[in-house]
């Protein structure tokens, strides 16, 4: 969702569908919402079991996958030899 469109939030003080909520939750979690839509998405959080829970696994699969990228440390060290040979080649067939 373009965040600069806001046209299709919630703007009125009313409940939103689990659907409304899940299309919100990346500008819920970036704080990107306004504090009305914020205030509206917090309601149906309160209000909905199911979405709480999906926000919670949401926001542990975000934390899951920053912690696989942060910890990258098996990438094997290639010799600088081993490369220049590889370029070296492929200089060869072009």
Do not use: W
């Not at 959080?45 to 912690?67: F, G, W």
């Not at 440390?73 to 200089?91: G, R, S």
Request: proline letters at 3%; hydrophobic letters at 30%.
């Amino acid at each position: 969702m373009n965040i600069e469109d806001k046209s299709s939030y919630p703007s009125q003080e009313h409940s939103i569908s689990c659907e409304s909520f899940d299309t919100f939750i990346v500008d819920y979690i970036d704080d990107n919402l306004q504090d009305n839509q914020k205030r509206i998405f917090i309601h149906h959080l309160n209000e909905c079991p199911a979405c709480r829970v999906y926000l919670k696994n949401y926001e542990y699969r975000i934390q899951l996958s920053k912690s696989i990228f942060a910890n990258d440390t098996d990438k094997a060290d290639i010799p600088n030899q081993l490369v220049d040979a590889i370029l070296a080649a492929k200089k060869q067939t072009d």
